[in-house]
């Protein structure tokens, strides 16, 4: 689906702004004053592709993407995701590794206060 983006000024949205929201769901509005471009308007749909978008590509939170689409379940998130054929985000490696250098500090910690707890027994 290609999308199409119409321009319309200012002040014929607010004469026409029922007509104009009558639009097709592969069209947005650019809204334009004094012709600079000010506004967009685009279909719900288009919305929440964005928004997951967002969040596949790691530019909104888990949290704000959920805010933003109006759901409280992960795996409604999930869902969504899977219904747009919007693969799930991935960690960076970098991230990936400081959370795996995280796990084995906490982790180690815990193995050696075992051990010690086992030696004094």
């Known amino acids: 689906m290609e999308l199409m983006m119409k321009k319309i000024a200012a002040t014929k949205l607010k004469r026409n702004f029922g007509k104009e929201l009558n639009f097709r769901n592969a069209e947005n509005i650019l809204v334009q004053k004094r012709g600079k471009d000010t506004h967009m308007i685009f279909t719900a ?62 982790l180690g910690n815990r193995i050696k206060s075992d051990e010690k707890t086992s030696e004094d027994s």
Not at 51 to 56: D, E, N, P
Not at 89 to 105: G, K, N, T
Request: aromatic share 8%; net charge negative; charged share 25%.
């Open 45 to 106: 749909e288009t919305g929440k592709r964005l928004i997951l978008a967002c969040y596949s590509t790691g530019y909104l939170s888990r949290s704000d993407a959920m805010n933003f689409l109006g759901i409280d379940w992960y795996g409604s998130l999930l869902d969504l995701l899977g219904e747009h054929d919007i693969p799930m985000p991935m960690v960076s490696p970098e991230i990936r590794q400081q959370m795996l250098d995280r796990a084995v500090e906490i």
